[in-house]
T-cell receptor, first 116, second 119 residues
Framework: AQKITQTQPGMFVQEKEAVTLDCTYDTSDQSYGLFWYKQPSSGEMIFLIYQGSYDEQNATEGRYSLNFQKARKSANLVISASQLGDSAMYFCAMREGLDSNYQLIWGAGTKLIIKP | SAVISQKPSRDICQRGTSLTIQCQVDSQVTMMFWYRQQPGQSLTLIATANQGSEATYESGFVIDKFPISRPNLTFSTLTVSNMSPEDSSIYLC????????????????FGPGTRLTVL
C-alpha cells in the first residue's frame, strides 16, 4: 500500500488564486512528521513546510500553510495568492518517527502550473 | 540553512563510462544522502553516507555500481559506474540536521542536483 498518496498528477491554477495540493498518508505510528518540498524545472528540491504529528496548530510559512487533518490522515499544502514562480513539482514526504533514524517516504508529486 | 553545492550541474556521457558527482556543504553535517530521480518520477534513496563509516545502500543499489565516498563532514562523492541510458536521471545529495526553532525536527536540505544524460 502507498504510504504517501498525492492524487493530483497535475493542476492548472489562475495567478493570484489560492491552490490546495492534496496529500494523504498511511502510518500506524503515533510519532511522525510530514514535509512538503518544491522542485522547479531547474531540478533543485526546496524545503517548504513541516508538520509534526503532535503539533496542535497547522504549520504556516509565509504564503504556505499546511491543512493537517490527523483523523483523515491528510496534510494538504495550501498556497495563497499564487504567483507564476509557484509553477513547479510539489512533493509530500513523511517520516515515521521523529528523528533522523527514519527515512523520508516520498509521494509521486503534483505538477502545478500557474496561468497568467 | 546550510548551503549545498553539487558538481557537475549537468553532463552528457557515453554508455560504459563513469561519472563522479561531488557534493559540498558549507558546514559540518553528519547525515548525507544520495537520491536518484528518474524522468517524471519521485525521489529514490540510493544510500546514506555518514562520515567515518561505509555507506548504507538501499535495496536495488549496490556499491559496485554506485560507490560513495565521505572523507569528511562537509564533502561526499557519488560515482555512477558503467553507465547505461537507464542511469539518465537527476542525482541529488541532501544533508539532514536539526533545524531548531520553530521546526524542532531533523530536516533534509538538498543540493541543486546533477542532471545526467547517458547516450
Amino acid at each position: 500500500a502507498q504510504k504517501i498518496t498525492q492524487t493530483q498528477p497535475g493542476m492548472f491554477v489562475q495567478e493570484k488564486e489560492a491552490v490546495t495540493l492534496d496529500c494523504t498518508y498511511d502510518t500506524s505510528d503515533q510519532s511522525y512528521g510530514l514535509f512538503w518540498y518544491k522542485q522547479p524545472s531547474s531540478g533543485e528540491m526546496i524545503f517548504l513546510i513541516y508538520q509534526g504529528s503532535y503539533d496542535e496548530q497547522n504549520a504556516t510559512e509565509g504564503r504556505y500553510s499546511l491543512n493537517f487533518q490527523k483523523a483523515r490522515k491528510s496534510a494538504n499544502l495550501v498556497i495563497s495568492a499564487s504567483q507564476l514562480g509557484d509553477s513547479a513539482m510539489y512533493f509530500c514526504a513523511m517520516r515515521e518517527g521523529l528523528d533522523s533514524n527514519y527515512q523520508l517516504i516520498w509521494g509521486a508529486g503534483t505538477k502545478l502550473i500557474i496561468k497568467p | 540553512s546550510a548551503v549545498i553545492s553539487q558538481k557537475p550541474s549537468r553532463d552528457i556521457c557515453q554508455r560504459g563510462t563513469s561519472l563522479t558527482i561531488q557534493c559540498q556543504v558549507d558546514s559540518q553535517v553528519t547525515m548525507m544522502f544520495w537520491y536518484r530521480q528518474q524522468p517524471g518520477q519521485s525521489l529514490t534513496l540510493i544510500a546514506t553516507a555518514n562520515q567515518g563509516s561505509e555507506a548504507t545502500y538501499e535495496s536495488g543499489f549496490v556499491i559496485d555500481k554506485f560507490p560513495i565516498s565521505r572523507p569528511n563532514l562537509t564533502f561526499s562523492t557519488l560515482t555512477v559506474s558503467n553507465m547505461s541510458p537507464e542511469d539518465s536521471s537527476i542525482y541529488l545529495c541532501s544533508v539532514e540536521y536539526y533545524a531548531g526553532v520553530p521546526l524542532r525536527t531533523d530536516t533534509q536540505y538538498f543540493g541543486p542536483g546533477t542532471r545526467l544524460t547517458v547516450l
